[in-house]
């Protein structure tokens, strides 16, 4: 989570009542509209552009300031496009750490704040550590500061398994606080997705696996330790941005999150410049058509913010498709061993999805044919983030690209781990699955 120092730094909250018509106030990249339907070699330079942009507000974390300058600037492109736009406000939970760490007299490891964050006293906790691995090992953190060794994987939500039958595990088994190691392919700290309240009654933490060894070694030799997680709790304030074109009878519906751990270029970035572009693109290709655009904040906390947008989408019988571009849409693959990093590699990271509703199967496979990772669609499954949600709500024809790049939810998770020329392809697939669907259900 961010530090008070950095809080005060970046001025959180600064457009909490921001207005459009503020906007030269706040100066933010021009954008300039491409006419009519733009050239490849003109996508792949706003492609870029829009992924530079993305990466140089900083951290996404839901009400911080990143977040929200993020939310000005893809309001103003909408805007700019003549829809009528309109910020939502609301809340999400808010930790500014003082103070986060792990130590002993000889060492002090830093650690990060689990949200919804349990603070300790200040001073900390004291008490010895155990190790664990899996539930079997859970009476032996009784009274104890459990530190779960997570199985490596990219670990993405707290809420999940393997995570959270290991921590409800060490909870009853009576461990005073809890710290994850998350160990996964680039050796940083992993953080995970909640829900809006804290999910167990102890203090949670999270460790990188490339800081836990002197901790490991401190517990081995039976030394005490004390874990501090200090600071302030209470609410920010993220937003939804909600725009709409209103034209046809039918309506177009585009969607796609904005918040995330930390800088979360590869996993927002993609998506942002792809929902920025197909939403450009569509209103000058199908002018008949009404548009719905939602850029949601509040992804981290179980997905807070489409919840509440999606009291602003059109009928679903009224809407001929709901695109949703999701996490790690097209991010770099890299050449490594174990968490070595040997180089960036110019292929996309394979470890992302297609999902679609049933009669949208064959039209996305035909589509992403020739995309690694997205050849084979799948049919929307429960729980996989938003899109899930959009078919509960009766959106029939809906999909959407998932997924989980290496550096997902990492401190490194910058601009190096995207490119354009990886996206492009990306985008013009959606493009051909929006126009096969719109000539099949919408207005001829």
């Not at 155990?130 to 993405?156: N, S, T, W, Y």
């Not at 709790?233 to 209103?246: E, F, H, L, Q, V």
């Not at 199967?361 to 996989?384: H, N, Q, V, W």
Request: hydrophobic share 45%; with cysteine; charged share 20%.
């Amino acid at each position: 989570m961010s530090t008070r120092r950095e809080v005060i730094e970046t001025g959180l909250g600064v457009i909490g009542s921001m207005a459009l018509a503020d906007r030269e106030a706040h100066a933010a990249p021009v954008y300039r509209i491409p006419e009519g339907l733009a050239a490849p070699g003109d996508l792949l330079r706003q492609l870029d552009e829009d992924l530079r942009i993305h990466a140089s507000f900083g951290s996404k974390i839901s009400g911080g300031k990143g977040d929200l300058d993020a939310a000005r600037w893809i309001a103003q492109r909408l805007d700019s496009l003549g829809m009528e736009v309109r910020k939502l406000d609301f809340s999400v939970p808010s930790f500014l750490a003082d103070v986060a760490e792990v130590r002993t007299p000889e060492i002090v490891v830093p650690v990060f704040p689990q949200p919804v964050v349990v603070p300790t006293r200040v001073g900390g906790l004291r008490a010895h550590g155990a190790l664990m691995r899996d539930e079997f090992h859970a009476p032996q953190v009784a009274g104890k500061i459990a530190f779960i060794d997570l199985p490596h994987a990219r670990h993405a939500a707290l809420f999940n398994p393997p995570v959270m039958p290991l921590v409800q595990a060490a909870v009853r088994a009576g461990a005073q606080a809890i710290v994850l190691v998350t160990n996964g392919p680039t050796g940083e700290v992993i953080a995970l997705n909640t829900k809006l309240d804290p999910l167990v009654d102890v203090p949670l933490a999270l460790i990188a696996p490339k800081d836990f060894p002197p901790v490991s070694k401190a517990i081995a030799e039976e030394q005490l330790l004390e874990i501090e997680l200090v600071g302030d709790a209470s609410d920010a304030t993220s937003c939804n941005i909600i725009a709409t074109r209103r034209a046809g009878p039918k309506w177009l519906a585009f969607s796609t999150p904005r918040s995330g751990w930390f800088q979360a270029v590869g996993e927002r970035a993609p998506g942002t410049a792809a929902f920025l572009e197909l939403v450009r693109w569509a209103s000058v290709r199908f002018p008949d058509h009404s548009i719905f655009a939602m850029n949601n904040g509040g992804h981290e906390f179980d997905f807070k913010g489409s919840h509440l947008a999606l009291a602003e989408a059109p009928p679903a019988q009224d809407t001929v498709i709901w695109t949703h571009l999701g996490a790690g849409l097209a991010t770099r693959d890299r050449l490594g061993l174990g968490v070595r990093q040997l180089g960036m590699m110019d292929t996309a990271d394979p470890r992302r999805v297609l999902m679609a509703s049933g009669e949208m199967l064959d039209t996305c496979r035909r589509a992403f044919a020739d995309i690694s990772g997205y050849k084979d669609p799948l049919e929307i499954l429960g729980g996989a983030g938003e899109l899930s949600t959009f078919i509960d709500h009766g959106y029939r024809r809906a999909f959407a690209g998932l997924g989980v790049h290496r550096w997902c939810h990492v401190p490194g998770d910058g601009i190096e781990t995207v490119d354009a020329g990886l996206l492009l392809p990306v985008v013009e697939a959606h493009r051909a699955v929006i126009e096969e669907t719109v000539g099949r259900f919408g207005i001829a």
